[in-house]
T-cell receptor, first 118, second 111 residues
Framework: GAGVSQTPSNKVTEKGKYVELRCDPI?????LYWYRQSLGQGPEFLIY????????DSGLPNDRFFAVRPEGSVSTLKIQRTERGDSAMYLC????????????????FGSGTRLTVV | GIQVEQSPPDLILQEGANSTLRCNFS?????LQWFHQNPWGQLINLFY???GTKQNGRLSATTVATERYSLLYISSSQTTDSGVYFC?????????????FGKGTLLTVNP
């Protein structure tokens, strides 16, 4: 697509429930990133995919968080047993690839999913 | 990892005023971007500027990579410029694939 699409835009869930957040990157972009942004803070890195594989998942806060990108395009961030502290804006970005230069190296972000755990 | 500091943290302007936002970073970078986060949370890319100067309408940016800082200039500010401005960098070191963000500058432009 023309931009990075994230669904849903808002998600309210009860503590302990499971949620899935979806990201549809720009067509052809090989690199995909998930970030989490808490109120009043800058986005913080969660996980990076190059193609289908998670090249770096060091930002995932604990084992309740997991992400997949099975066909190298759409990615799903999965959160099990949600806690109130998981409430945040979850942002997805895509990028052309690690070896590109110039403007093709830029990151494009989606509109985010605002997750609220009650 | 690379550190990114933005200043000022908050800025209040009257419509029509000019402003300068600063971003300092702790190491050499391959990428630097300025974003504007709108009230709905979307990060809008303003500039991709790892070095040099660029202009886009009332906005311009300069990055002096050798001195590890970047400046975002907003001229003749409008109320629609309000929001949070983020600087984000990708370091040129080993973990050179992810953007690291500063904490942002919250800009409020009053009519």
């Amino acid at each position: 697509g023309a931009g990075v699409s994230q669904t849903p835009s808002n998600k309210v869930t009860e503590k302990g429930k499971y949620v899935e957040l979806r990201c549809d990157p720009i067509s052809g972009h090989t690199a995909l990133y998930w970030y989490r942004q808490s109120l009043g803070q800058g986005p913080e890195f969660l996980i990076y995919f190059q193609g289908t594989g998670a090249a770096d998942d060091s930002g995932l806060p604990n084992d309740r968080f997991f992400a997949v990108r099975p066909e190298g395009s759409v990615s799903t961030l999965k959160i099990q047993r949600t806690e109130r502290g998981d409430s945040a804006m979850y942002l997805c970005a895509s990028r052309f690839g690690p070896d590109q230069s110039g403007n093709q190296d830029g990151y494009t972000f989606g509109s985010g999913t605002r997750l609220t755990v009650v | 990892g690379i550190q990114v500091e933005q200043s000022p943290p908050d800025l209040i302007l009257q419509e029509g005023a000019n402003s300068t936002l600063r971003c300092n970073f702790s190491d050499s970078v391959n990428n630097l971007q300025w974003f504007h986060q709108n009230p709905w949370g979307q990060l809008i890319n303003l500039f991709y500027i790892p070095s040099g100067t660029k202009q886009n309408g009332r906005l311009s940016a300069t990055t002096v990579a050798t001195e590890r800082y970047s400046l975002l200039y907003i001229s003749s500010s409008q109320t629609t410029d309000s929001g949070v401005y983020f600087c984000a960098v990708r370091g040129s070191g080993g973990s050179n694939y992810k953007l690291t963000f500063g904490k942002g500058t919250l800009l409020t432009v009053n009519p």
